[in-house]
């Protein structure tokens, strides 16, 4: 590029194709990395929520158990 356009001042070229460069390869490269990053950020803390969740629902599960079990329903 700064053999075929020797018209122009090579300082001028090179930073024009150098803002290029990082505008059409970088920027993209890093806003996904941002991306990415909130994307597993929010399925971890969605995770943890049913983590935490998941002891209530087994008591509740324990407590029906029982209680069929008292009644003696084969739930059939």
Partial sequence: MLVGLWQ????DLLA???????L???????????L???????????TKRLRLAAPARDS?????TAYVRERGDSGA
């Fill in 8 to 11: 122009m001042d090579r300082e």
């Fill in 16 to 22: 024009g194709m150098l803002l290029f460069r990082v």
């Fill in 24 to 34: 059409y390869y970088i920027a993209p490269f890093v806003i996904s990395v941002i």
């Fill in 36 to 46: 990415l990053t909130f994307r597993e950020v929010m399925l971890s803390a969605r």
């Fill in 60 to 64: 509740e599960r324990a407590r029906e």
